[in-house]
T-cell receptor
Framework: AQKITQTQPGMFVQEKEAVTLDCTYD???????LFWYKQPSSGEMIFLIY??????QNATEGRYSLNFQKARKSANLVISASQLGDSAMYFC?????????????FGTGTKLQVIP | EAGVAQSPRYKIIEKRQSVAFWCNPI?????LYWYQQILGQGPKLLIQ????????DSQLPKDRFSAERLKGVDSTLKIQPAKLEDSAVYLC??????????????FGPGTRLLVL
């Protein structure tokens, strides 16, 4: 069974500062993918970044980067230079295993509020 | 390209009534997902289709929930009869085959269901 844990129900960050949202995962499969999604108050889920379990480098997408520590089973999202529009719920998710069907599991989310 | 379409956007029903939600995925996306997101929680996968076949429905309450994806395109999720605890946002997502191991899900705006 796979499990995603997000231990921060809420976070505050000053505008233009960087913030790290924590995510740990548990799986017995060697092949998996990790995702982060943003969900604004309007409700749509927006894909931010992806990390494969065999990827050698940490994923980056613009102001988003994923701090992937495989041995610790953590996949923290780092948002640099926070903007007011970053205020939203953030969900970490896992897909695995590769091949056959790929079950998707979401964490409980972290609510980020950016302060002007 | 057009995004994932869902209708209706909002629905209010009384318990024991039936309700149906519709999803039109992005053109060419073979995989379609239905998620239930209860307020304050992460999305929970209800059912996953690959073309018109069911890949995973392990978390679908089959005594009251049903889903179909005729012709491998549009999908309908039905609840009959509804219970109070079914109040949630029902998200539909679709994805195309993985590219470089990365399979991104694109989400629709969701249907907000309130059961009274």
């Amino acid at each position: 069974a796979q499990k995603i844990t997000q231990t921060q129900p809420g976070m505050f960050v000053q505008e233009k500062e960087a913030v790290t949202l924590d995510c740990t995962y548990d799986t017995s499969d060697p092949s998996y993918g990790l995702f982060w999604y943003k969900q604004p108050s309007s409700g749509e889920m927006i894909f931010l970044i992806y990390q494969g379990s065999y990827d050698q480098q940490n994923a980056t997408e613009g102001r988003y980067s994923l701090n992937f520590q495989k041995a610790r089973k953590s996949a923290n999202l780092v948002i640099s230079a926070s903007q007011l529009g970053d205020s939203a719920m953030y969900f970490c998710a896992m897909r695995g295993p590769r091949g056959g069907y790929q079950k998707v599991t979401f964490g409980t989310g972290t609510k980020l509020q950016v302060i002007p | 390209e057009a995004g994932v379409a869902q209708s209706p956007r909002y629905k209010i029903i009384e318990k024991r009534q039936s309700v149906a939600f519709w999803c039109n995925p992005i053109s060419g996306h073979a995989t379609l997902y239905w998620y239930q997101q209860i307020l304050g929680q992460g999305p929970k996968l209800l059912i996953q289709f690959q073309n018109n076949g069911v890949v995973d429905d392990s978390q679908l309450p089959k005594d009251r929930f049903s889903a179909e994806r005729l012709k491998g395109v549009d999908s309908t999720l039905k609840i009959q009869p509804a219970k109070l605890e079914d109040s949630a946002v029902y998200l539909c997502a679709s994805s195309r085959p993985p590219q470089g191991g990365k399979e991104t899900q694109y989400f629709g705006p969701g249907t907000r269901l309130l059961v009274l």
